[in-house]
Nanobody, 118 residues
Framework: QVQVVESGGGLVQPGGSLSLSCKASRAILSTFTGLDKAWYRQAPGKQRELVAKLTTDGITNYADSVKGRFTISKDNSKKTIYLNMNSLKPEDTAVYFC?????????WGRGTQVTVSS
């Protein structure tokens, strides 16, 4: 099982920016590069939803609600993925979860709170 740890959540005003990080701890590089990578979020009273995904082929997918505002990226040397969030809205408030996985293994982070409020 892959262990992943998120960081970078916090409180930000509407229109602001925030970056999240997620590191695959104790994973060797070949394992990291063979994993699909994604960010999910869950707002109070709502189901967890996919925010952004980065496949092993380098293909990115975004939820319609975040297209043009959020960017998922990775740094193989650090075995870390990022979610850069711009033009944040109150409706982006949620707990954000990191996911890495493939057919053989997967890992979920514990989540990091992002609150967008004035």
């Amino acid at each position: 099982q892959v262990q992943v740890v998120e960081s970078g959540g916090g409180l930000v005003q509407p229109g602001g920016s925030l970056s999240l990080s997620c590191k695959a701890s104790r994973a060797i590089l070949s394992t990291f590069t063979g994993l699909d990578k994604a960010w999910y979020r869950q707002a109070p009273g709502k189901q967890r939803e996919l925010v952004a995904k980065l496949t092993t082929d380098g293909i990115t997918n975004y939820a319609d609600s975040v297209k043009g505002r959020f960017t998922i990226s990775k740094d193989n040397s650090k075995k870390t993925i990022y979610l850069n969030m711009n033009s944040l809205k109150p409706e982006d408030t949620a707990v954000y979860f990191c996911y890495m996985g493939n057919r053989n293994t997967e890992g979920w982070g514990r989540g990091t709170q992002v609150t967008v409020s004035s």
